[in-house]
T-cell receptor, first 111, second 115 residues
Framework: SQQGEEDPQALSIQEGENATMNCSYK?????LQWYRQNSGRGLVHLIL?????REKHSGRLRVTLDTSKKSSSLLITASRAADTASYFC???????????FGAGTQVVVTP | GAVVSQHPSRVICKSGTSVKIECRSL??????MFWYRQFPKQSLMLMAT?????????EQGVEKDKFLINHASLTLSTLTVTSAHPEDSSFYIC???????????FGPGTRLLVL
């Protein structure tokens, strides 16, 4: 079953704008990971944020985690056409390190 | 980041044949590998967890006799789809990590089409 719910399902923006997507989950987690997937390709790891962390940055990416609300957000600043992809959050909640994926947010960035 | 490869990237086979997909961690030792399945425009569904040297753990609803998993070394796991049928057509993706709680790195995926 999918633990994560992502919002919005789809997002269309212009180059230079910021894109924000949210992920909510149901159980306590060890960490939460964000991935990007281009159509028909594998997943590219973006950021891992642990349960004791509140915010992480990587280049134009900013991830927040609110464990009290069981939610996370991914912000892409100054978006580019190359950011067009599906973005997934995945939670690691058990001892085996299995990831439960959200439904994903499809982001389209137009030039 | 770490590199995980999959082979083949794409396979077309006749109904009733078996197909083997390889997943390799190229620059780290993967104590655990995971196999996922993804239908078009949907998210990834975990099929099984593969631990080196032990039997795979399958998720509920996944037939272990249908999807055979072997994790013979710290860098290689294989998924064999036995007696494949058209409904097995899907995108199969593996991931690997070197220790619990750490980043999982994904392979590029294998697109299986069963005619």
């Amino acid at each position: 079953s999918q633990q994560g719910e992502e919002d919005p399902q789809a997002l269309s923006i212009q180059e230079g704008e910021n894109a924000t997507m949210n992920c909510s989950y149901k159980t306590s987690i060890n960490n939460l990971q964000w991935y990007r997937q281009n159509s028909g390709r594998g997943l590219v790891h973006l950021i891992l944020i642990r349960s004791n962390e509140r915010e992480k940055h990587s280049g134009r990416l900013r991830v927040t985690l609110d464990t009290s609300k069981k939610s996370s957000s991914l912000l892409i600043t100054a978006s580019r056409a190359a950011d067009t992809a599906s973005y997934f959050c995945a939670t690691d909640a058990g001892s085996w390190g299995k990831l439960q994926f959200g439904a994903g947010t499809q982001v389209v960035v137009t030039p | 980041g770490a590199v995980v490869s999959q082979h083949p990237s794409r396979v077309i086979c006749k109904s009733g044949t078996s197909v083997k997909i390889e997943c390799r961690s190229l620059d780290f030792q993967a104590t655990t590998m995971f196999w996922y399945r993804q239908f078009p425009k949907q998210s990834l569904m975990l099929m099984a967890t593969s631990n080196e040297g032990s039997k795979a753990t399958y998720e509920q609803g996944v037939e272990k006799d249908k999807f055979l998993i072997n994790h013979a070394s710290l860098t290689l796991s294989t998924l064999t789809v036995t007696s494949a049928h058209p409904e097995d057509s899907s995108f199969y993706i593996c991931s690997a990590r070197d220790s619990p709680g750490e980043t999982q790195y994904f392979g590029p995926g294998t697109r299986l089409l069963v005619l």
